[in-house]
C-alpha cells in the first residue's frame, strides 16, 4: 500500500514539474510555451558550386526591394523598439551587427563597401556614423548678452532614420547552368539605403545671430551602404523573420532573399553605356522597360526547351 502511495504521489509530481518547464520565460525572446532551441544556431544553406564552364549565358541585374510592399513588410517591421522580445526588423540586424563590428573590429567584423564594386572597404564606426549623428556640436543664444554658445547634444540619429530606410538594392548575377539544365541567379552585393540630412542653420528671434535649427532632410538625395552578401548569409540565416499564417515555421532573412520570397523591380541590367533605367527613360516607360527585362530572362530560358 506504501509502495502505492508513493508511485503516486512521484507522478503527481512528475507531472507538475513537467507542466511548469512546458511554460519558458525566455529574458530575450519573452514567454513562451516552449522553448525555442534552434534560433542563433542555423547555418546558412550551402548552394550549388558554379564552374565557369557550365555557364553558358548570364546577364547582371541591379534591383531594389520596396520594404513598404506587403509581400515584404516582415523585412521592414518592426520599426519601433524593435528589441523586445527578441523582435528585429531586417535593418536593425544589419544596424546591430555594424555597432558590433565597430566595438570588436577583427576579421571577424562585418565589412561594409562605398559602390558596388565592392573595392573600397568602410570602416564599420565610418559606415554608423553615415546612419547615426551623435555628439553633435550645436549652438544656442545665451539670453544674457547674446553670445553664441557650443554645446555638445547627443542626438539618436538612427531612431528617426530606421523608418525612412525602407529601400535594399541588389546586384545579382542571373545565368543558365548546363550542367544542371537550369536558370539560377545569385545574390552578389546589398545595398541598404538612407536619405541625407543636413544641418539647419536658423536666425534667433531676439537677438538675431546664427543657430543650429537641427537637421534638414536633402530632397532627392540618398546615401548607400554595400555589403557582400556571401559575407552576410551566416548574420542572416541566424535571425528569424516573421511569417504569416503560421508563427511556428518562420524562416530566416537569408531564406526571403534565397528563395526569392520578396517583391522587387529592376533598376539597372549590365550595358555597353552603363546607364540605368531612369537615366534613358521616366514614369511608365521605366516600369514597361524593368518588366520588358524580366520578360528577356524568362523568355530566354523557355526558348531553349523549344526545338
Not at 210 to 232: E, H, N, Q, T
Request: charged share 30%.
Amino acid at each position: 500500500m506504501k509502495k502505492l502511495i508513493f508511485l503516486f504521489v512521484s507522478i503527481v509530481f512528475f507531472g507538475l514539474s513537467i507542466s511548469t518547464q512546458a511554460q519558458v520565460l525566455d529574458p530575450e525572446n519573452g514567454p513562451r510555451a516552449w522553448k525555442k532551441e534552434n534560433i542563433g544556431q542555423e547555418e546558412a544553406v550551402s548552394l550549388t558550386h558554379i564552374r565557369e564552364a557550365d555557364v553558358m549565358w548570364s546577364k547582371r541585374i541591379w534591383r531594389t526591394i520596396d520594404l513598404r510592399q506587403k509581400q515584404n513588410l516582415p523585412l521592414y517591421y518592426p520599426v519601433a523598439d524593435s528589441a523586445s522580445l527578441g523582435k528585429r526588423s531586417f535593418i536593425q540586424v544589419i544596424y546591430d551587427e555594424l555597432v558590433r563590428s565597430a566595438k570588436n573590429p577583427g576579421p571577424d567584423a562585418l565589412k561594409a563597401y562605398e559602390k558596388y564594386e565592392l573595392k573600397t572597404i568602410i570602416p564599420p564606426d565610418i559606415a554608423l556614423s553615415k546612419m547615426m549623428k551623435s555628439d553633435t556640436f550645436t549652438s544656442i543664444a545665451d539670453p544674457i548678452d547674446c553670445s553664441t554658445i557650443e554645446r555638445i547634444e547627443t542626438v539618436d540619429f538612427f531612431s528617426k532614420l530606421k523608418p525612412e530606410m525602407f529601400k535594399v538594392k541588389l546586384m545579382e548575377d542571373w545565368f543558365f547552368d548546363k550542367q544542371r539544365s537550369v536558370m539560377d541567379v545569385r545574390i552578389l552585393a546589398l545595398a541598404i539605403e538612407f536619405p541625407l540630412y543636413t544641418s539647419k542653420i536658423e536666425t534667433d528671434a531676439i537677438c538675431g545671430i546664427s543657430i543650429f535649427g537641427g537637421w534638414d532632410k536633402v530632397p532627392g538625395s540618398a546615401d548607400r551602404i554595400w555589403f557582400f552578401y556571401p559575407d552576410l548569409r551566416q548574420l542572416l540565416s541566424e535571425n528569424e523573420c516573421f511569417k504569416r499564417h503560421n508563427d511556428a515555421a518562420r524562416v530566416s532573412f537569408d531564406d526571403i532573399f534565397i528563395k526569392r520570397m520578396f517583391s522587387s523591380y529592376i533598376t539597372k541590367e549590365e550595358n555597353v553605356y552603363d546607364r540605368q533605367i531612369n537615366e534613358y527613360t521616366s514614369g511608365l516607360d521605366a516600369l514597361l522597360e524593368a518588366e520588358k527585362i524580366s520578360e528577356k530572362i524568362r523568355d530566354f530560358e523557355m526558348n531553349l526547351w523549344n526545338y
